[in-house]
């Protein structure tokens, strides 16, 4: 290696190659108490590492964004751009309107042979008639979901090679679960607990059943609630046109944008009390 040459560090490398070491990883993650609540059986940890290899997702990316509902792995958006961002045709997204009535987009594919366009529109009148808008997320970042649905949909039609089988969470909303599907998920895991523990006799526990008010759209973070609670708890300490602005940065910026907004929040608020404002 050369003296000045740079090493870059590839987090994708950190996902174990053989089934037994991901099944060992899954164990420890599964203790940990530090990975999303549906994932509470080494099993279930171990069929997201699984997509998460194939995906090309480092382990922790794929253990807190891939969720098996109702029998169908799901991604989220931003994810399902990620990785599509990597395929050597992908040409680009622009977004021909964002707003909290219609979210529309084009993706580009090239190829050495042709250039395609897939068109992706949803809007709030779709929202109503699948029923999603009496939902809370929906109601306070209409926007963002709108963005989120109409983001999935089109980079599902343009790269199906790629995201083939894969769903956003808020897409499984309104999909029931049948028998069938229950008894494949559950014969998977059988699978799975008789290739680590052949001559272990296990007990297949039922599949859950999933609530989706539960699940919040990953682009929609802990972090916004955050600082939504801190805005509306101190809004004494804040000048007018501060608070407008954390305001208008937690209905339309972006994820980065709302975490360091909220940072700065907290900030403010702890330098505030101590000058006894």
């Known amino acids: 290696m050369a003296e000045n040459e740079i090493v870059q560090f590839n987090p994708v490398s950190?996902?174990?190659?053989?089934?037994?070491?991901?099944?060992?990883?899954?164990?420890?993650?599964a203790k940990s108490g530090l990975i999303p609540a549906g994932l509470n059986t080494p099993e279930k940890v171990c069929v997201a590492l699984e997509w998460g290899h194939e995906l090309q997702l480092s382990p922790m990316v794929?253990?807190?964004?891939?969720?098996?509902?109702?029998?169908?792995?799901?991604?989220s958006a931003d994810i399902m751009a990620a990785v599509v961002k990597r395929s050597p045709e992908f040409g680009g997204i622009k977004w021909i309107q964002q707003?909290?009535?219609?979210?529309?987009c084009i993706i580009t594919r090239?190829?050495?042979?042709?250039?395609?366009?897939?068109?992706?529109?949803?809007?709030?009148?779709?929202?109503?008639?699948a029923g999603l808008t009496n939902r809370e997320v929906w109601k306070k970042y209409t926007k963002r979901m709108l963005k989120h649905r109409c983001l999935s949909y089109g980079l599902r039609d343009a790269f199906p090679d790629i995201l083939a089988g894969l769903y956003n969470p808020e897409e499984m909303e309104?999909?029931?679960?049948?028998?069938?599907?229950?008894?494949?998920?559950?014969?998977?895991?059988?699978?799975?607990?008789?290739e680590v523990t052949e001559?272990?006799?296990?007990?297949?526990?039922?599949?859950?059943?999933v609530n989706m008010d539960e699940i919040?759209?990953?682009?929609?973070?802990?972090?916004?609630?955050?600082?939504?609670?801190?805005?509306?708890?101190?809004?004494?300490?804040f000048k007018k046109d501060e608070f407008e602005k954390a305001q208008l940065c937690l209905q339309n910026g972006t994820t980065e944008q709302i975490e360091a907004m909220y940072k700065w929040a907290c900030g403010y608020v702890e330098w505030a009390k101590r000058q006894g404002k």
Not at 199 to 209: D, G, L, S
């Open 99 to 104: 707003d909290n009535k219609v979210a529309e």
């Open 14 to 29: 950190l996902m174990p190659r053989t089934f037994n070491e991901k099944y060992q990883m899954s164990q420890v993650l």
């Open 62 to 75: 794929a253990v807190n964004n891939i969720a098996v509902i109702n029998g169908k792995p799901t991604l």
């Open 216 to 237: 919040r759209s990953t682009e929609i973070t802990d972090t916004a609630i955050a600082l939504e609670q801190v805005l509306n708890d101190n809004k004494r300490y």
């Open 174 to 194: 309104s999909v029931v679960e049948t028998d069938t599907e229950r008894s494949i998920t559950s014969e998977t895991t059988a699978v799975i607990q008789h």
């Open 110 to 129: 090239k190829t050495a042979n042709y250039t395609e366009e897939t068109h992706s529109r949803f809007t709030f009148d779709d929202a109503v008639q």
């Open 199 to 209: 001559n272990q006799q296990t007990v297949q526990e039922p599949v859950p059943v």
